[in-house]
Structures are given as structure tokens and as C-alpha cells.
């Protein structure tokens, strides 16, 4: 069985316990023959396949009325993972949605490390640094570098905290943030794991 | 006495009660004959104003000792203006700085308004909304103007908040976050306050 996920920028294969990544722009997905269960955040990707009976879309397959329009369907399917808890999926934003007995309470769009990276260069040349992400948060910094990793990755530790429930770690950066929340569960699988969950109920397997 | 605050993208001036701006690209300083004191994060106007003599840079005079080398001079003066207190400034950058019983205890710098509404752009079209400044912070939202104003301003809003001291709201966008810090003081001269304070105890006044 074959699973994706199809963001801006790749495709993230599932294949029992093995993930890959393909690239958006280089990728075709008509050369693969067998059938694919898949999400897609992507407009030109969901066009192209659309046109391809063998790509079948599980948006239609979830109970939309918790959620609201605009949401990312990746958002979605990774809140369907989780009983209860707060997502921080770190990808190009970091989306932090918040799961009650397996219903979404809403959730907020923060910018990922390499968008707010290219922020802050923008603003200034002398703020060009990489995020110090093993800062110490207790502690008001008193340079360039730390003032941004400060303000970048200490207001998003307090408001995560903030909710005071079981945090899960999933995305592309997630390693990136693993000191930040350490006591978070990291789980790079966990859209896979609500797909997979969304197909059972839909007897799609 | 004219006193001057010159950033990025426009020279602030002060005059008596008097506070207006000029644009960076279209003023020409030498036009100027009266003595100008000033302060100046602008790196190119800094060569420029060195050769006018009646133009007096004021950083000299403020003991850096407290301070950092790379933190901004706006910042600083900003520092010197009070007692004690959380300082949020917010232009281009929105800094964040603590001063207790006049000693500056640190500070973080965030991106501002602009800054972080084209971040948002840029990582999706589907996130191109304007603030809201009105949002309700008790509330996880529902919808995506709302998930990206929560996410710029609540995490910004946690931490000004938790360290529980009197706010100062200064600079260009200073009354956009005035419903949100609604206990701040609003103060746009604070930087003026500074450098007034400085040229006392300098004896320059």
C-alpha cells in the first residue's frame, strides 16, 4: 500500500515502514502504475492528478464539519492521528493544532525556520544569523544572534507550553526543535498514521 | 534643539513638541544649518552625516557598558528613557528590551508588521490576510486570517506579558499594537526621552 503526502515542494511517500521524499519539480507521478491513497496541498499537483485514476484522494473520505475550509488538508489529517494532544508540524510554517477527545479546537500558522530566517536577513544584514535552537529561555539575551532565536523560538515554546498537553512533533524541521520540546513525542509519521486511520474508516483497506 | 533618530528608511525628527519624518532617499542632510544631535542605525547616513559638523552623533556619550556591541542604538536610547520597564518598539523590527531600576537586562528582537505579513505571503498565497489586531486571545481560531494572527501576535503577546512589568509601546506601528497591549503606555517620543536624558547628563544642554 502506498501512501502521500504532497506538500508545496515534494511528494512524502509512505510504503509500509519505508518514507521517501520525491521533488514537486522533477517528480511524475504517472509513472507510477499502482494505486496511490493520497493528500494534496499542492493546486498544480491536484490537477495533474486529478487526471489519474490510479491517485486516489482521501479529502473526501473525513468528516470536514470539525474543521474549517481554508484548513491545509495535511493539518487535517494529522489532527485525525491524535486522540488528544497539540501538533507542532514544523515545515515551511509550523502549524500548532490543538486535538480534544478527537475533536479539533483550533489551531495557528507560525512561520517555519527558513522562511523566518530570510525574515529577519531582510529586515537587516546584521540580523543574518542561523537560529540558536539549544538557547537557554530563562535568560533575556544580550546578542544579535541569541535576540533573534529568542524572539523566533521562545514565544512559540510558551505558547505551545501555554496549553499544558502532550505535544507531537512531526514535519520536516521536526528534529530541529526536538531540544526546544523536549518533552514532546517526535513523529515524522504521524499524517501517514491519520490516513491510514481515515482509510480504515472508509474500508478503503 | 533639534534632535534627530535615524533608521532604516526615514530620519525622525523632534523639534520642541514638534515630531516629523523625512524620507532616507530624499533628504539631504547638509540642507540642515542649525546644530542637529542625533542617533543613527543607518550605516550608509552614518559615512554621510560624519562630515557635517553640526551634525553630533550622541552614541559617544552613553556608557555602553550595559549594553551589547551589535545592539542597535535605537534600542539603546530607548533603554536609557526609563527606569524600569518592557520596552516594545516596534518599526521595521519590533524589539523587546528590559530595563530594572535603570540597567538594561536584555532583549529580543521579532519581526514587524510588514516584515511578517510578507513571511506569511511568501510561504503560501493562501496566507496572504492582513493582521488582526482585534483578534480574541483566548481562543484557538478557526480560520486562517485569524491562525496567522494569532501566531504573530499572541506567542509576541505571552511573552511581553510574563515578565509581569510596566509595557512601553513605542515607534511607527505602535498604535496597531495599542488595543492589544491595552495596559502599555504609549509613548512615541521615548527614544527622543533618551537622547534628551543623555545630552543632560552630558552637558550638552
Given at each position: 500500500m502506498l501512501l502521500c503526502d504532497i506538500g508545496n515542494t515534494s511528494y512524502h511517500f509512505c510504503e509500509e515502514d519505508k518514507v521517501y521524499k520525491r521533488d514537486v519539480k522533477l517528480f511524475e507521478p504517472s509513472d507510477i502504475k499502482e494505486i496511490v491513497f493520497y493528500i494534496c496541498v499542492n493546486p498544480q499537483v491536484k490537477i495533474l492528478l486529478h487526471r489519474l485514476d490510479n491517485w486516489i484522494d482521501l479529502?473526501?473520505?473525513?468528516?470536514?464539519?470539525?474543521?474549517?475550509?481554508?484548513?491545509?488538508i495535511d493539518r487535517i489529517f494529522a489532527c485525525e492521528a491524535i486522540e488528544s494532544g497539540i501538533i507542532v508540524d514544523a515545515g515551511s510554517a509550523i502549524t500548532v493544532d490543538i486535538v480534544q477527545n478527537g475533536v479539533f479546537e483550533g489551531g495557528f500558522i507560525y512561520p517555519g525556520v527558513n522562511a523566518m530566517s530570510q525574515t529577519y536577513k531582510n529586515i537587516?544584514?546584521?540580523?543574518?544569523y542561523s537560529f540558536n535552537?539549544?538557547?537557554?529561555?530563562?535568560k533575556m539575551p544580550k546578542n544579535s544572534r541569541d535576540a533573534i532565536s529568542y524572539g523566533y523560538l521562545k514565544t512559540l515554546y510558551n505558547e505551545v507550553i501555554a496549553h499544558n498537553m502532550n505535544i507531537y512533533l512531526t514535519g520536516g524541521d521536526a528534529k530541529k526543535f526536538a531540544f526546544l520540546f523536549s518533552q514532546a513525542t517526535i513523529d515524522e509519521t504521524l499524517i501517514f498514521k491519520g490516513m491510514k486511520k481515515i482509510m480504515k474508516k472508509g474500508n478503503l483497506c
Open positions: 479529502s473526501p473520505y473525513v468528516a470536514m464539519t470539525n474543521y474549517y475550509v481554508t484548513m491545509g537587516s544584514t546584521a540580523l543574518d535552537f539549544e538557547l537557554d529561555l530563562d
